[in-house]
């Protein structure tokens, strides 16, 4: 179960790798991959088959993140999380972060069921509201 000290052991990590952020840019992938750009992180995209995202080179797999990356969030189908959950960690990754529910992992933070657009200071107010919503609802993590 993730709580709030993972999720913010998570983001305190500034090298992450961003696995399913996809060549399409309005996705929601692409879109969280530029946010965590934005806000600083040196976010690195991994993708099989693209040469570079937002002028960023791509990795094709995590293992291939150079330098190794301190964190991974999958975006990916989860039929892929077991798979490239186990790349982020043999590169190196302390911690992963599942957009729905993961595979548990030995000795790594896994962050699993969450917005991570939700958890970033300054968020807009459509992810604060959502944030809001889960706190009334007794859903957000404690």
Not at 97 to 125: D, I, S
Request: hydrophobic share 40%; net charge positive; charged share 25%.
């Amino acid at each position: 179960m993730t709580t709030r000290i993972d999720i913010e052991a998570f983001l305190a990590l500034k090298r992450i790798a961003v696995a399913g952020v996809s060549r399409k840019t309005a996705s929601y992938g692409r879109m969280v991959f530029r946010e965590l750009r934005r806000r600083g992180y040196d976010a690195v995209p991994v993708h099989p088959e693209a040469d570079e995202i937002d002028g960023i080179r791509c990795a094709k797999r995590m293992t291939d993140v150079e330098p190794p990356p301190e964190a991974a969030l999958i975006l990916t189908s989860p039929a892929l999380y077991e798979q490239v959950g186990g790349e982020a960690k043999q590169a190196g990754a302390a911690a992963v972060w599942f957009r729905q529910k993961g595979p548990q992992m030995e000795g790594v933070v896994v962050v699993e069921e969450e917005c991570p657009l939700m958890w970033l200071k300054g968020a807009g107010w459509i992810h604060r509201f959502h944030r809001t919503l889960r706190r009334w609802s007794g859903t957000l993590p404690e």
